[in-house]
């Protein structure tokens, strides 16, 4: 399997763990998931001009928008995937490691923190939401749950 395709399959599957976790967390601790939904709506508003939003929650609804954040949701753990063999080397993939991946997750909740939470209104790291610390634990569970499905996917490859 070439880089590209490998990139791919561990960005997917790193994607899933953190799906799994949010499931799992929902179903068994009554904690909420994401709503990739409103990635969509951001995005698709976004052809109208309208890039900021004091909460996209209020914005309209637009057609197709579950299926284009989930859609974005999987293009982006995609996206780290790369950046993470870029980082490491494509031997990584023969032998990977946790802390490279872990990493890579870790830093990753930049992207939500100073870029889509902003953008949707709800502040700087979910600073005016009703409990911003609870949305940044969260954030950072979600997305070192995604590190960690990266490396275990690495892993599966290695391995298969």
Known sequence: MDFFWQAVAVGIGGTVIMDLWAYIQK??????SLNYALVGRWLLLMRKGKFFHSTI????????????????????GIIFSVLLILL???SWLQDPTLWPALLIGIVSVVAPFLLMQPCFGFGIAAAKTPAPWVARKR??????????????????????
């Open 57 to 76: 929650i209020q914005a309209p609804e637009q057609s197709g928008e579950k299926t284009i954040g989930w859609m974005v949701h999987y293009l982006i």
């Open 88 to 90: 490491e080397g494509s």
């Open 139 to 160: 954030s950072l569970v979600a997305h070192t749950s995604f590190g960690i499905g990266l490396w275990l996917s690495a892993l599966l490859l290695a391995f298969s």
């Open 27 to 32: 179903k068994f601790l009554n904690i909420p």
